[in-house]
């Protein structure tokens, strides 16, 4: 077996070489890089997410041949991803559901004045873990495929149980108030009609029945509380930042990159491995790397603080997930993540259909589209650190300009997700509760958290009593197995280790404390 999957790897290989040089045709080139520019666009408009940049373009290749129709869709796909970091850093404003992470240190450094030096460790990240996830697309395809079919319902609640005690890790100082933000957020993600059971929970108005939508909500957490903020310091004088554009300040940037060469690769290989795992995504991968990162290091109080340490490994995770989410769609036609599933759409209206006819009959069309979306990592790169050197204007843009900004912003991306004003509404409630959690020193992070996870663990574990009842029993289908054991192993040594943290949190600071009387 492994014989055949070393052949195999070497085959898909060969074959990436050979078709290489068609990438660089100059209709290809000129639709990666308008492609990369619109993706860069979309990700950083809050509301505008992936899929649905994906899927606005998805007419446009029609009249396009197939290589180089994948090629735009492709191209679009991973710089959205990577421009959600831009609105997190500047405005503290998540452009996508996969840039949660990147507030927890982005916003710090760019209140630091360091906005520039965020979003170049940003982008560099970005090309990392893109470049690696792509590269694991192509050579391991079969193999990863084959693995992502062993997750089934017990394997897939166990995998949201593990990101689960990622909260654990997100608040040092406060995890009771981490794992009420956490519960909460679960709690909130019932609203609505079971997925599973149809049974209606918690439905105060009929435009509640189908739940409260991720991204309002994620605008509401994040974007309104600062908008209160800026509404109360709007008659303050601006004190400008000094973000200018600083000699040397990349390549200071890619020297710091070889002492996070760890972080790097733990942020690479967690997104990878999400990645493969249908249903799961970019959020989860960055939480889940950020939160790895900060336990292994020595002095977790540094993360939160404007460390970008903890940036490299959120965002080098959420694009690491761009390529293997494609590994169940081309291989066994099972979309990984919704804008998956949107790129089958582009798939099939050329006539092409996932499995083995990809890698064979259609050869020249799929490795063209694989070397593409590995030549957009460095598009995506080149543009946004472009991009970067004018984000002091951002920065230094008046708080009264900056609320009506924000807030028009805010609207726009609530009401887009599904043309109704109830998102709207939703996200200005859920933003007010937020300010009071907030002051109350609540953080946000878990309660997105809890919010993404929540239906992921339920609709699993529903699905897993139905099938456990009718065949081995409930205990013996969640706790057996190979799968099941390690991610239970996982989740137990996480929550274990964030409780360790805790106590080392408070011995410090009880020793600080005394210390200083």
Not at 10 to 18: I, N
Not at 159 to 181: D, P, Q
Not at 218 to 228: E, T
Not at 276 to 296: E, F, R
Request: aromatic share 10%.
């Amino acid at each position: 077996m492994a014989g055949n999957d070393t052949f195999r790897i070497r085959s898909a290989c060969m074959e990436f070489l050979q078709y290489l040089p068609e990438i660089f045709s100059w209709i290809n080139l000129l639709v990666l890089i308008a492609s990369s520019i619109g993706g860069l666009f979309f990700g950083a408009m809050p509301g505008l997410s992936p899929t649905m940049a994906v899927a606005l373009m998805v007419p446009f290749t029609f009249y396009m041949p197939p290589s180089t129709s994948l090629i735009m869709l492709g191209a679009v796909y991973t710089s959205s991803v990577a421009g959600g970091s831009i609105s997190a850093i500047l405005l503290s404003i998540p452009g996508a559901p996969a840039s949660i992470a990147t507030l927890l240190e982005g916003p710090a450094m760019a209140k630091q004045g360091r906005a520039e030096e965020a979003l170049y460790f940003s982008f560099c990240a970005h090309v990392v873990g893109g470049v690696f996830g792509v590269l694991v697309l192509i050579c391991f395809a079969p193999p990863l495929a084959r693995l992502a079919m062993r997750f089934g319902p017990s394997e897939l609640f166990w995998t949201a149980v593990f990101g689960i005690t990622v909260i654990t890790g997100l608040s040092s100082g406060g995890m009771l108030k981490g794992l009420f933000g956490g519960a909460l957020g679960m709690l909130l993600s019932t609203i609505g009609y079971s997925q599973i059971s149809g049974e209606p929970r918690f439905i105060f108005h009929d435009d509640l029945s189908s739940g409260i939508a991720l991204v309002p909500a994620l605008i509401g957490f994040f974007a309104v509380p600062q908008i209160i903020d800026l509404m109360r310091d709007a008659h303050v004088k601006l004190v400008k930042l000094d973000v200018t554009a600083k000699q040397g300040m990349l390549w200071r940037v890619a020297k710091s990159l070889i002492n996070y060469t760890r972080t790097l690769g733990i942020g690479s290989v967690l997104g990878t491995i999400i990645g493969i795992i249908p249903g799961a995504g970019g959020q989860i991968a960055g939480l889940m790397a950020y939160d790895q990162v900060k336990k292994l290091d020595k002095h977790p109080e540094r993360f939160g603080t404007g460390n970008p340490e903890g940036l490299c490994a959120s965002e080098s995770a959420n694009n690491a997930t761009v390529g293997p989410a494609l590994i169940p769609l081309l291989t066994l036609g099972i979309p990984g993540s919704p804008t998956a599933a949107v790129l089958l759409g582009g798939l099939l209206i050329h006539g092409l259909f996932p499995g083995p006819d990809l890698f064979t009959k259609h050869a020249g069309v799929t490795y063209t589209f694989l070397g593409g979306l590995l030549l957009a990592q460095f598009a995506m790169f080149a543009l946004g650190i472009l991009a970067s050197r004018y984000s002091q204007y951002v920065a230094n843009v008046p708080n009264h300009i900056m609320f009506g900004a924000i807030v028009i912003l805010c609207i726009f991306g609530s009401y887009c997700v599904s043309n109704s004003f109830v998102d709207v509404m939703v996200m200005f409630v859920l933003g007010i509760i937020m300010f009071v959690l907030d002051k109350l020193g609540f953080p946000s992070a878990p309660l997105v958290l809890g919010m993404i996870l929540g239906p992921i663990a339920e609709e699993n574990f529903l699905r897993g009593k139905m099938i456990a009842e009718t065949d081995v029993g409930l205990f013996s289908y969640f706790f057996a197995g190979e799968l099941n054991l390690i991610l239970i192993g996982l989740s137990l040594l996480s929550f274990i280790w964030g409780i360790i943290g805790e106590i080392r949190y408070a011995r410090k600071y009880i020793t600080g404390g005394q210390e200083e009387l």
